[in-house]
T-cell receptor
Framework: SQQGEEDPQALSIQEGENATMNCSYK?????LQWYRQNSGRGLVHLIL?????REKHSGRLRVTLDTSKKSSSLLITASRAADTASYFC???????????FGAGTRLFVKA | KAGVTQTPRYLIKTRGQQVTLSCSPI?????VSWYQQTPGQGLQFLFE???????NKGNFPGRFSGRQFSNSRSEMNVSTLELGDSALYLC?????????????FGNGTRLTVT
């Protein structure tokens, strides 16, 4: 079974609005990562948050991590049409190098 | 630095045939992972190689195999193709560092089995 599960499956917003995506996972982690995928292309790494961190920012991205609830959220502020893509959270097996991806959230930003 | 390169970009095969996909990682990256992406199953981990050794394996049948060469380039092979093998196959190389460092993906090989 997949380690991470994103919610919602799809999200449609207007340009300028904020978009929030959530991710839940099942086992202990050393870090959690978020990736973006434009249609039919490879994934691009966005941000990594370590298990001892609670919040991290990168440009218009804000990620939070709650290890007690085994959940994370990705907030994209002031969204743009170019943010239209699928977003995935990913976690690694403890002490290993096997990165598992969730099912993803499809974000549509309307101009 | 050049990114991760996957060849070919598109491939059409017939059931029962076999296929080999190629991946060249970013220079200096010694770990290469392979994923299968389909609309129904999402991104599924196939295997990961490091220094020519398979270090992790996903839950795929033995028809799926891979290898890594001394220059870190990797290939994956699928034998006796089935219709369900139609997918986008993604390769990723990992930055040197502790476990679960960020992955850098190629743009994938789109395999269609008819």
């Amino acid at each position: 079974s997949q380690q991470g599960e994103e919610d919602p499956q799809a999200l449609s917003i207007q340009e300028g609005e904020n978009a929030t995506m959530n991710c839940s996972y099942k086992t202990s982690i050393n870090n959690l990562q978020w990736y973006r995928q434009n249609s039919g292309r490879g994934l691009v790494h966005l941000i990594l948050i370590r298990s001892n961190e609670r919040e991290k920012h990168s440009g218009r991205l804000r990620v939070t991590l709650d290890t007690s609830k085994k959940s994370s959220s990705l907030l994209i502020t002031a969204s743009r049409a170019a943010d239209t893509a699928s977003y995935f959270c990913a976690t690694g097996n403890t002490g290993g190098f096997k990165t598992i991806f969730g099912a993803g959230t499809r974000l549509f930003v309307k101009a | 630095k050049a990114g991760v390169t996957q060849t070919p970009r598109y491939l059409i095969k017939t059931r029962g045939q076999q296929v080999t996909l190629s991946c060249s990682p970013i220079s200096g990256h010694r770990s290469v992972s392979w994923y299968q992406q389909t609309p129904g199953q999402g991104l599924q981990f196939l295997f990961e190689y490091f220094s020519e050794t398979q270090r992790n394996k996903g839950n795929f049948p033995g028809r799926f195999s891979g290898r890594q060469f001394s220059n870190s380039r990797s290939e994956m092979n699928v034998s006796t193709l089935e219709l369900g093998d139609s997918a986008l196959y993604l390769c990723a190389s990992r930055e040197p560092g502790p476990y679960n460092s960020p992955l850098h993906f190629g743009n994938g090989t789109r395999l269609t089995v008819t």
